[in-house]
């Protein structure tokens, strides 16, 4: 906490007061995003898990990676990692699990929505967490459980991150579902 405030950042945190929820962190723009979340999370208190891809834990900063909650995703593999992590909800008793649901750094149109199907799946709700480096804030709220409505629960996400600017604005992605044709 005493070094983001020296770094001029305060932390804003509203706790969902259960002990297995999804993490939610936007907007995810820049790769400050990832230290100063870790900050973050030490500030909070929070335990956190959050997966990256493999190759973030290649020898020989693998083991730094894996001590700060990492797990690596191989994205070549068909593996249905949404029911995998929900599995893993359901053999512990306390989970926090942190996904950057725009998978990137880069603007796109849409979300994954993997976050959302593994809280409906382990039955947890999605907390919201953000970097806003416009007024350097660091946030945790906005707790709701996946209703079954995608479209209506991410009316709730766009309207909690409205405001919240990432620190290279134009990278960040809209908050929609991927359009199906």
């Known amino acids: 906490m005493w070094l983001l405030r020296a770094l001029g950042w305060s932390v804003h945190a509203d706790y969902p007061g259960v002990n297995k929820y999804v993490v939610i962190a936007a907007p995810h723009t820049s790769n400050w ?3 100063l979340g870790i900050l973050a999370q030490w500030a909070l208190k ?11 834990f290649r020898w020989p900063y693998g083991w730094f990676f894996r001590t700060l909650g990492g797990t690596p995703v191989y ?8 029911q995998q992590l929900a ?19 880069k603007k796109t149109d849409h979300w994954k929505t993997g976050f959302y199907h593994i809280a409906a799946a382990a039955q947890v709700p999605i907390v919201m ?5 416009d ?7 906005g ?4 209703s079954g409505d995608i479209q209506a ?9 409205k405001g919240r600017h990432g620190k290279i604005p134009q990278n960040a992605s809209s908050i929609n579902t991927r359009k199906t044709h």
């Open 129 to 133: 967490a953000y970097l806003d480096y």
């Open 33 to 35: 995003d990832f230290p």
């Open 153 to 161: 629960d991410f009316k709730i996400i766009r309207e909690y991150f």
């Open 87 to 105: 599995a893993l909800f359901e053999k512990t008793d306390r989970m926090v699990l942190a996904l950057a649901p725009e998978g990137t750094r």
């Open 75 to 82: 994205r070549h593999q068909s593996l249905n990692l949404s």
């Open 135 to 141: 007024n350097k804030q660091v946030g945790l709220g």
């Open 46 to 56: 929070l335990n956190v898990k959050w997966i990256g891809k493999h190759t973030l």
């Open 143 to 146: 707790a709701f459980l996946p």
